[in-house]
Each structure stands twice: as structure tokens, then as C-alpha cells.
């Protein structure tokens, strides 16, 4: 083992006589970074019902073509990777808390765009701008609120950020409903001005200000966050330690948690649960629901209640148990939506526009009334197992299987791979959807999900109640 190794693996933050501190003011520090993650849900939830209003829009409002409406849905993501990569740059070069503040900037400015568009491309222009902030904050508060966790409720709240992103997509679609897209954009503006201020008031984590020699200043942010300063300790740490060089690709405690980050960024986004949010409410419309801007909303509720069940048993399930029931999950549901199509391909309307709340004895009792809801069950299972697993545990596990010293490197790469193949997957969806036919472009999703659950038990480590130093001593093998 080699000094620098030494030091990666000596504990940072060491509880006095190995007990757990039980501060309460983590899960305001907590709340205050996940409000970014919020903002960036309701950034991505924005587009459902703004693209329908603007295409509905008569002059001299701007209004979107079935083009335009795509890349209005899409350049989003292309944002958020140029903002995965300046994440990860600002992550390291100014910490984490100066990063969330920073990432405020772009998402009221966003917004704010939209808010005064005139014609498409200022609603373009803001939209990417939310996108950029968005980019940020999906990678900078899993890693402030990782750092400043304990073991005992790291899953928790790391799940949190997951749970803020699906509420905050959520409430883009219950406010679609009373509030037209001008509105919407300017309640968009409300979570990140409140972050700011919340921010405001939060320390910089205690493991950044160490790697920086602020020895006092940590010292500081460990007792407002833990409520003790007593016992922590400041191991040696060297000044070359401090940057990401491609040479050390070659160590296993580098390579081994590169390869199993993008590849579970990747595997997220190839289940197509982007492209189901973003067009909630254009599948089920594909799927002959009168009203699928209700439906949409359901599936919203429904990604709320599991993402937090999912946070209440993390610390107690474990991250792999999750992962593969949540894949195992995903190939059922998907498959059975990818069949509801096929069945239904060469029939006439045969859903009757079914009305969601409508009980089932009141209907006429035939087929296509089965079928109706064998889409809106699938779609909801889908929902729900995405959010027990494979919606909270890749940005859970980015932040914590790297060591501090290539960290913003490496979740920058995680976070930018994330939103190139949300890109793809958003953009190329409805195009797939011609090519393969509603059903195949289902099924594909499905044979990703199988892959995923195979990666899940041949690779990804189980990190529920370890130190950060000793996930990184596991990929070191020691």
C-alpha cells in the first residue's frame, strides 16, 4: 500500500468513541441542498404541460411545431451535460456549498427567459439555461449532502435528492393544470431563490474543508452539523493528492468505481424513464385516455410515494437488493406496456378514450376495456420500480464509491453521461417509437432493463452503513 493510499483510506471524519452524532441540523443542511435537486425536477416536468399550451398558443405568442416541441423537450439535457462538466470542475475548484449558491444563477435566469419569450428561440435559450442548472445541482448536492451525512442516514438522505427531483416534476404537473406556461416558468423561479437563501445559512462540508487544511473551519461545520467537534481527526493530506491524473486510471480504487458509474447512469437513462416523463402525457393519449394530463399526474404521485419508501429502507434493504428488485420490476412492466401496443396496433380506437376515474362497472365489460388498463397499470409499475432502485441509488452511489481527490472529475464524467443519454433517449423517442413500433421501442427498454439487473449482481458493491474511506478501501481490495 503506498502513502497516498494510506491517507485515502484514514477515516476523515471519525466519530468520539465510535458513536454515531444525532445532530438534527444535517437534515436541515440536508433540505437546503436538496432544494436544487427540486428545482431540477420541476424543470423537467416543465415541458409536459408547457408543450401542449404553446402549441396551442396564437400570436404574438411564440407557439412550437412538433420540431420545435421536441428540441424544447430535449435541449434541457444537452444543458445539463455542459453542466455536469462545469459541476464537476466548480465542485472541486469551489466547494460544494459555493457551487449549489452558484447554480441558483442559471435556473432563475432560465426561467426568467421563458417567462418574457417573445419567439422559440428565447424559449430555447432558456430552457437550456435551466438545463445547465440543472446539470449542477444533479451533481453537486448528492455530493455535499453525501459528505456531510453519517453512515447511519446516508442512504436516507441521499435518497432524498431523488425524492426532491420527483415531487418537484410533480409539481410542475398539478400547477399545469391551473397556471398557463408563462405562469408555471415563474413559479419555476420560487425553489432555487429559496435554496439561495437557505444556503446561505449552511456550511461547507467538513471532508472539503479538510482537503483544503481549513482546519478550524471543519471543526466549525462539524459541530453545527453534528452537534461535536470533539475526537474528529485531521489526517495528513498531501498536496499532490489533491488532483485527478489519468495515470491513475490504472488503480483499481479509480477505475473500478469510473466503470460502474457510467455504466449506472447509462443503464438509468436506456430504461427510458426520461422519455416516458417527458412525454407522460403523449403516451397516454397513444394509449386512447381521455384525460392523460390526469394520468400524468398519477404516474407523478406514484414516483413520490415509492422514491420514499425507497429512502425510508435504504439504510435497512441495502443499495443492491434495490437495484435488482427495481430492474426485475422494470422488465415486467415494460414488457407488458410493449404488449399492450402490439394488441392493439391494428385495432380500431378499442380504448374508447376509457375516463381514468371511471369504475370498471360502469364501463361495458370487453376487451379493450382490459387492455385500457393493462397500459395504465404497466405504465405505473413501471413508475414504481424505477423509483424503489434505479431512480435514487446511481446518483446515491456516485456519491459515495469516489475518493475525494477525483471526485468532481468523476462525477462530472458519471453526471455528463447521465444527461447525454437522456438527451438521446428524449430526443430520438418518438422516432424510435416509428421505427420499431410503439411496442418494440418497449421491449428494447425492456432487454436494458435485464442487463441492468446482471450488472447489478456482478458488480455493484454494497456500501449501506460503511465510511466513505472504507467503500474506497473495497475497491483498493483491502
Not at 444537452?78 to 466548480?90: E, F, N, S, T
Not at 402525457?281 to 407523478?300: T, Y
Request: overall charge neutral; glycine content about 8%.
Amino acid at each position: 500500500m503506498t502513502p497516498e493510499d494510506q491517507e485515502e483510506t484514514q477515516p476523515l471524519l471519525r466519530p468520539p468513541g465510535g458513536s454515531a452524532p444525532r445532530s438534527r441540523r444535517v437534515f436541515l443542511a440536508a433540505f437546503a441542498a436538496a432544494l436544487g435537486p427540486l428545482s431540477f425536477g420541476f424543470a423537467l416536468g416543465y415541458s409536459s404541460p408547457a408543450i401542449p399550451s404553446l402549441r396551442r398558443a396564437a400570436p404574438p405568442a411564440p407557439r412550437l411545431d412538433a420540431a420545435a416541441a421536441s428540441w424544447f423537450g430535449a435541449i434541457v439535457t444537452l444543458g445539463a451535460a455542459a453542466g455536469g462538466v462545469l459541476g464537476g470542475w466548480l465542485v472541486d475548484l469551489a466547494g460544494r456549498k459555493l457551487s449549489l449558491l452558484l447554480c441558483t444563477v442559471p435556473f432563475v435566469t432560465g426561467f426568467a427567459v421563458i417567462t418574457a419569450a417573445q419567439n422559440v428561440w428565447m424559449l430555447l435559450g432558456g430552457r437550456l439555461l435551466t438545463g445547465l442548472a440543472c446539470g449542477i445541482a444533479s451533481l453537486v448536492a448528492p455530493v455535499y449532502i453525501s459528505e456531510i451525512a453519517y453512515p447511519e442516514v446516508r442512504g436516507l438522505l441521499g435518497s432524498c435528492v431523488q425524492l426532491m427531483v420527483v415531487i418537484g416534476i410533480l409539481l410542475a404537473y398539478l400547477a399545469g393544470w391551473v397556471l398557463e406556461w408563462r405562469w408555471l416558468a415563474v413559479l419555476g423561479c420560487v425553489p432555487p431563490s429559496f435554496m439561495l437563501l437557505l444556503m446561505c445559512c449552511m456550511p461547507e462540508t467538513p471532508r472539503f474543508l479538510l482537503t483544503k487544511h481549513k482546519h478550524q473551519e471543519a471543526m466549525a461545520a462539524m459541530q453545527f452539523l453534528w452537534g461535536s467537534e470533539q475526537g474528529w481527526e485531521e489526517p495528513p493530506v498531501r498536496a499532490e493528492h489533491q488532483g485527478f491524473r489519468l495515470v491513475q486510471l490504472q488503480r483499481p480504487g479509480i477505475y473500478k468505481p469510473f466503470i460502474i458509474g457510467i455504466s449506472l447512469m447509462a443503464f438509468q437513462q436506456l430504461s427510458g424513464i426520461n422519455a416516458v416523463m417527458f412525454y407522460a402525457e403523449s403516451i397516454f393519449q397513444e394509449a386512447k385516455f381521455k384525460d392523460s394530463s390526469l394520468a400524468s399526474v398519477v404516474v407523478g404521485v406514484i414516483q413520490v410515494l415509492f422514491t420514499a419508501i425507497a429512502a425510508l429502507v435504504m439504510d435497512r434493504a441495502g443499495r443492491r437488493l434495490l437495484l435488482a428488485l427495481s430492474g426485475v420490476v422494470m422488465v415486467f412492466s415494460t414488457s407488458a406496456f410493449g404488449a399492450y401496443f402490439k394488441l392493439t396496433q391494428d385495432g380500431p380506437s378499442n380504448s374508447s378514450h376509457v375516463e381514468l376515474w371511471t369504475p370498471v362497472s360502469m364501463e361495458p365489460t370487453n376487451a379493450s376495456m382490459g387492455l385500457a388498463w393493462l397500459a395504465v397499470g404497466s405504465m405505473c409499475l413501471f413508475i414504481a420500480g424505477f423509483a424503489v432502485g434505479w431512480g435514487p441509488i446511481p446518483w446515491l452511489l456516485m456519491s459515495e464509491i469516489f475518493p475525494l481527490h477525483v471526485k468532481g472529475v468523476a462525477t462530472g464524467v458519471c453526471v455528463l453521461t447521465n444527461w447525454l443519454m437522456a438527451f438521446l433517449v428524449t430526443k430520438e423517442f418518438s422516432s424510435l417509437m416509428e421505427v420499431l413500433r410503439p411496442y418494440g421501442a418497449f421491449w428494447l427498454a425492456s432487454a436494458f432493463c435485464i442487463f441492468s439487473v446482471l450488472f447489478t449482481l456482478a458488480c455493484v458493491p454494497e456500501t449501506k452503513g460503511k465510511t466513505l474511506e472504507q467503500i474506497t478501501a473495497h475497491f483498493e481490495g483491502r
